[in-house]
């Protein structure tokens, strides 16, 4: 079965730390960039930074420059989101998703895990 699955998510007060994990399985992960985007009640969905197959980043939302950022390990077929200096409006279900290149459709996006940080 072809998926993805978040974790590492939880509550964290402002100015915290958290990394997410996004596991893959049943798919060549070393051929897919990886996209994490996140969506907060009421907003829409906002995509945050992609690690391209050949490890180039693009970064999507000047929210969280500087505080973000994205890795891949292949061998371990997951990708992470280390974030640091987390505020209140971080607070949203993060997920990941996979496409053949940053910026292309998505193939395959996880359930999401929920990150709050409180003020």
């Known amino acids: 079965e072809v998926q993805l699955v978040e974790s590492g998510g939880g509550l964290v007060q402002a100015g915290g730390s958290l990394r997410l994990s996004c596991a893959a399985s049943?798919?060549?992960?070393?051929?897919?960039?990886i996209l994490w985007f996140r969506q907060a009640p009421g907003k829409e969905r906002e995509g945050l930074l992609c690690?391209?197959?050949?490890?180039?980043?693009?970064d999507y939302a000047d929210s969280v420059k500087g505080r973000f950022t994205i890795s891949r390990d292949n061998a371990k077929s997951t990708a992470y989101l280390q974030m640091n200096a987390l505020k209140y409006e971080d607070t949203a279900v993060y997920h990941c998703?996979?496409?053949?290149?940053?910026?292309?459709?998505?193939?395959?996006w996880g359930q999401g895990t929920l990150v709050t940080v409180s003020s």
């Open positions: 998703a996979a496409s053949l290149m940053c910026g292309s459709d998505l193939e395959v």
């Open positions: 690690i391209s197959s050949e490890d180039e980043i693009t």
């Open positions: 049943g798919f060549t992960f070393d051929n897919f960039a």
